[in-house]
C-alpha cells in the first residue's frame, strides 16, 4: 500500500459567510430571562457627606460626579494638589466579608501627573454632611484555584542568558524559515489516493503465515489489535466523530499500537491445497465473415488468406510453444456460428449445440461444466492439430451462447483462461448486439446478459480476454464487460500480427483468483469514485495478473462538519485488507495498518506528492467513467486532476518531473478528445454515447493499467504487439 502523499490532506474549515444587505432581517428570538437590573447610583454607594466634617485637605464638591452629571450642569471645580506627603489610609472592612478579610481602596478618578490628590480628602456636598473616603463597592474573594501569574509567563533566574540583565540582544526564535517555496491556497484536486500493488501483495511471502481468522468486527469487519476478543472496547473504524453545539470536537485516538502493521493470515489448512492446474480455452468465431481475406507478402510473393486461416496458424503457433515449454497446461477448442461446438480430444467426442437451447444461459453453462477436461497438451497435440485444420467458416455468429460455454468449461479449474476471438457482432437471441437501431431494450437485455456473465466468471477464477480485427464493429464496448470483470484484457489486431496478440494474452499468467479488496476509513472519511461512497469500502477485484495495480481514491465526507475535527486529532489510522486465494488452493488475507499524518497545510501536500500515483488515479477513474457513458465527468476528472498535477511540478521544480509531465499529457489526450471515440447514432434510452470499438479497447485497457504500461512509451510497446 501506498500512498500519493505523505500527509492526509485536509482542507481549511469553511468560514461562515456574510450576510447579504439584500435579505430579510433575521428575527430574533426574544429572551427568556429578564435583563439585569441597573447600576447602583454613586449617591446610594457613597452615602451622605457632613460639611462640618470637612478639613482643610478635604475636597469640596459641589455636584455629583462627572459621570452621574446631566450635560446642562456646570464645570466641576478644578482639583487643586496638596504639597504634603499623604497619610496612611486603613483599608476599609466590607461588611459582606467575613471577619478578618481585608479589602484594597479602590479609586475612581484618574489624576494626571502635578495634580496628585491627597487620600484624606473628602467628598463634600449640603446635601450630604458626612465624608466618606473615596472608595467603591468591596472586591469579591480572589479564588483559591487562580494562580498568580498567567499560564504563559514564566520566570528565569538572573543567571539565565535570556534575563534582561544577560549580556547580548535577546533571541526570538522564528515560528517558520524561510525555506523553500510556500503554496497557502487550497489544492484543486485530491492528492488522498492510495496505490495498491496487488502483483507485490499477492507474491511478497516474506511475512509469516498466522493461522486461522483473525478477531474482527462484527460491524464493519475491520482486524482488531488484539488477539483477544472481550478486551476490545469499541472499534476504532465504527467510532463516530460528531459533534454536537458548541462542544469542541472529539479527538479519537487510534487504537492500534504500532504505525505500521502487516499480517498475513492463513485462512485454509494446508492439508486442503491444491496442486496448480491451468486450462486455456479458446472460443474461435467460425461465421461466414471469417471467409474475408487479406493480402499478405510471404516469402513466395504476395498471397490472399481468410481471417480463419490468420486465426489457425496463430492457434497451432501458439499451441505448439506450449507444448514445449509449458507441457502441463491443458488447452480446449470451442467453435461458434449457427452452432456451439466443443471440440473433442482423445477418446471424447465433440459436441453441439443448438437451436432453442442457445437461448438458455444456465443450460449453456452446465453444458461446459461437464464438458471432460481435456488432458495436458504434451498429451494431446495431435488431436488438438487436426481440430483446428478442421473449422470451417459460415453461418451467423452465435457469440453470446459459446461465450457462456467457453466460461462453464474454465469454471471447472480456478485460474483458467478464456480467449474470444471473433470478427463482427453476435446476431442470434442470447447476447445480440446488432438490434441497437430497431430495438433498444434488446440491446440493454444483452448488456445486462454480458455483465452478468463476467461477474459469474470473475466468481469461478475465470479471466476472459476478448480480441477483434482491425476494421471491423464488434460493439466491443459491451463485450468488453467480459474482460472488465474478469482483469482480462480488450485487444484489436491486424490479421499479420494475431499470433503476438495472442501470445502477450496467453503469457499473462494468473497470480491469485477470488481476490477482494478492502478499505476502511475513520466515520469521517470516505471513499470517492465511480461507484462505492462510504468509510468501509468493498471493491471485487477477481483476478490478480501481472502488474495488477489498483488505486482508490478518499477524502472529507463532509467539509463544513468534518474538517476541524480532523485537524485536531493530528492523525488517522488506515487499513488494508486484501482477500485472495492462491493457484493451489490456499486463502489467504493479507492486513495493512497505516498512521497517518492530518494536515491542511499545501506546501506540505504539495512537497512530498508523488506524481505518478496521481497520474495513474486520474487515468483509471477518468476511464472508468467514460466506459459507463459519463463523458462529461471523465473530462471534469482528468481537468481537476491535471490542475493538482502541474501545480506540484511547479512548486516541485523538480527536472526530471519536468520532462515526464509533457509525456503524461500525451498520454491524457485519448481522454481530452473522448468523443473522437464515440458512435454518431447514441442508443436514445441509455442516453449516452457509446464508444466505437478503438475507444472502448483505449478505454479497457487504460481503466486497467498500471504505472508502466499508461506512459506513452509503454502504451505505444503494447499496441506495436497488434
Not at 507474491?203 to 469487519?221: K, L, Q, V
Not at 463476467?454 to 466468481?459: D, K
Not at 499524518?597 to 496521481?614: A, D, P
Not at 481537476?640 to 499529457?665: D, K, M
Request: charged content about 20%.
Amino acid at each position: 500500500m501506498e500512498f500519493a502523499c505523505k500527509h492526509v490532506y485536509v482542507p481549511p474549515p469553511i468560514e461562515k459567510p456574510k450576510r447579504s444587505a439584500l435579505l430579510p432581517p433575521v428575527k430574533k428570538v426574544r429572551p427568556r430571562t429578564p435583563p439585569p437590573p441597573p447600576p447602583t447610583p454613586l449617591k446610594e454607594l457613597v452615602g451622605p457627606l457632613s460639611p462640618s466634617s470637612a478639613s482643610p485637605n478635604t475636597l469640596q464638591v459641589d455636584q455629583p460626579p462627572p459621570h452621574l452629571r446631566p450635560r446642562s450642569a456646570p464645570p466641576s471645580p478644578r482639583l487643586r494638589s496638596s504639597p504634603s506627603s499623604p497619610p496612611a489610609v486603613e483599608p476599609r472592612v466590607s461588611p459582606g466579608l467575613a471577619k478578618g478579610q481585608q479589602v484594597q481602596e479602590e479609586r475612581y478618578c484618574s489624576v494626571l501627573p502635578g495634580h496628585e490628590v491627597d487620600q484624606t480628602r473628602r467628598f463634600s456636598s449640603p446635601e450630604h454632611p458626612r465624608t466618606h473616603p473615596l472608595i467603591g463597592p468591596p472586591l469579591p474573594p480572589r479564588p483559591a484555584f487562580l494562580t498568580k501569574f498567567p499560564v504563559n509567563t514564566e520566570v528565569f533566574p538572573s543567571t539565565s542568558p535570556l534575563s534582561p540583565n544577560s549580556e547580548g540582544p535577546p533571541r526570538t526564535p522564528c515560528p517558520f524559515p524561510p525555506s523553500g517555496p510556500t503554496d497557502k491556497q487550497p489544492l484543486p484536486g485530491n492528492p488522498n489516493v492510495i496505490l495498491i500493488d496487488l502483483d507485490k501483495i499477492v507474491t511478497d511471502t516474506n511475512n509469516r503465515f498466522i493461522d486461522g481468522e483473525p478477531p474482527a468486527c462484527p460491524a464493519c469487519g475491520s482486524v482488531l489489535d488484539t488477539c483477544y476478543d472481550n478486551v476490545v472496547g469499541s472499534c476504532y473504524f465504527c467510532q463516530s466523530w460528531e459533534t454536537s453545539g458548541a462542544d469542541p470536537p472529539i479527538s479519537q485516538p487510534c487504537s492500534f499500537s504500532a504505525p505500521y502493521e502487516d499480517n498475513l493470515f492463513l485462512l485454509t489448512p494446508d492439508q486442503e491445497a491444491q496442486a496448480p492446474d491451468t486450462l486455456l480455452v479458446f472460443c474461435i468465431d467460425i461465421s461466414g465473415s471469417m471467409s474475408i481475406t487479406s493480402r499478405v507478402q510471404e516469402t513466395d510473393g504476395l498471397v490472399y488468406k481468410s481471417r480463419l486461416e490468420f486465426v489457425q496458424e496463430a492457434l497451432l503457433q501458439c499451441v505448439r510453444d506450449l507444448s514445449r515449454t509449458e507441457h502441463n497446461t491443458r488447452v480446449a477448442l470451442v467453435s461458434f456460428n449457427n452452432e456451439v461446438t466443443m471440440h473433442g480430444h482423445t477418446n471424447v467426442i465433440s459436441w453441439r449445440i443448438g437451436g432453442d437451447d442457445l437461448i438458455e444461459g444456465e443450460f449453456l453453462k452446465n453444458a461446459g461444466l461437464t464438458f471432460p477436461t481435456p488432458p495436458p497438451i504434451s498429451e494431446a497435440w495431435d488431436g488438438f492439430q487436426a481440430e483446428i485444420y478442421g473449422l470451417q467458416e459460415g453461418g451467423a455468429t452465435a457469440l453470446g451462447p459459446a461465450a457462456a460455454v467457453a466460461i462453464g468449461m474454465a469454471s471447472q479449474i480456478p485460474g483458467s483462461k478464456v480467449l474470444i476471438c471473433t470478427d463482427g457482432r453476435a446476431n442470434t437471441d442470447l447476447g445480440d448486439l446488432e438490434a441497437e437501431d430497431k430495438d433498444s431494450c434488446t440491446l440493454v437485455s444483452s448488456s445486462i446478459f454480458y455483465k452478468d456473465l463476467g461477474e459469474y466468471a470473475a466468481s469461478k477464477g475465470v479471466t476472459v480476454s476478448v480480441m477483434s480485427f482491425e476494421g471491423t464493429d464488434c460493439r466491443l464496448d459491451e463485450l468488453g464487460r467480459l474482460a472488465d470483470c474478469t482483469g482480462g484484457e480488450v485487444v484489436i489486431s491486424s490479421p499479420e500480427k494475431l499470433y503476438s496478440a495472442f501470445h502477450r494474452v496467453i503469457e499473462n499468467r494468473t497470480k491469485a483468483t477470488h481476490c477482494t479488496v478492502t478499505l476502511l476509513l475513520p466515520t469521517t472519511l470516505c471513499v470517492k469514485g465511480e461507484r462505492e461512497m462510504g468509510h468501509c469500502v468493498v471493491r471485487q477485484v477477481g483476478n490478480v495478473m501481472p502488474h495488477t495495480e489498483l488505486t482508490l481514491q478518499f477524502g472529507l465526507r463532509d467539509q463544513k462538519e468534518h474538517s476541524q475535527v480532523l485537524l485536531s486529532t493530528g492523525s488517522v489510522c488506515i487499513q488494508l485488507q486484501v482477500k485472495y486465494r492462491m493457484r493451489d488452493g490456499l486463502r489467504m488475507l493479507r492486513v495493512i495498518t497505516m498512521h497517518k499524518e492530518v494536515t491542511s497545510n499545501s506546501s506540505l501536500v504539495l512537497s512530498s506528492v508523488s506524481l505518478s500515483v496521481l497520474h495513474l488515479n486520474s487515468v483509471q477513474n477518468s476511464a472508468a467513467l467514460a466506459v459507463r457513458g459519463r463523458l462529461r465527468d471523465a473530462q471534469k476528472e482528468q481537468e481537476t486532476q491535471a490542475e493538482l498535477i502541474q501545480r506540484a511540478v511547479e512548486f516541485q521544480q523538480n527536472s526530471g518531473y519536468e520532462l515526464i509531465y509533457p509525456e503524461w499529457v500525451k498520454a491524457m489526450n485519448p481522454l481530452n478528445n473522448i468523443y473522437n471515440y464515440t458512435r454518431g447514432n447514441p442508443v436514445s434510452s441509455l442516453n449516452s454515447k457509446s464508444l466505437t470499438d478503438k475507444g472502448a479497447a483505449l478505454l479497457f485497457g487504460l481503466k486497467h493499467g498500471n504505472r508502466m504500461s499508461i506512459t506513452p512509451r509503454g502504451r505505444d510497446r503494447t499496441l506495436s504487439d497488434q
